[in-house]
């Protein structure tokens, strides 16, 4: 039983790198072409870009676990906690790596995020 009660959170975590790194990347291959006008030629430069095929791989991982977490437990706990988790992870690391600003009232939103995870797991 303890195991169990570890391993959860722990692929739930894993989960939520995979998603979050997976951003990262499609966000880090999105810049590349971001001053491109939008015609036909736009359309090829994800199968060229490979932030962006390792984005959509990372993606893929982490739903095929995402699903395999889901047969284990509830919807209404493993959404709410895996999306704001994904929403803290993804804040603090495009400010650090990314240079991305936060204010303080977005900081504010994030820690009350935090303390809802919190509250959704563990009750």
Known sequence: RLERCLMIPLLILLENILAV?????????????????????????????PYILSGLLLHGMSFFLYIFILSRLRLNVLYPVATGLSIVLITILSVVLLGERLSAAQGVGIAAIAGGIALVFTT
Do not use: C, W
């Open 21 to 49: 790194a997976a951003q990262l990347s499609l966000r880090h291959g999105a810049a590349r072409f971001a001053d491109q006008p939008l015609a036909p030629s736009i359309l090829l430069e994800p199968v060229r870009n």
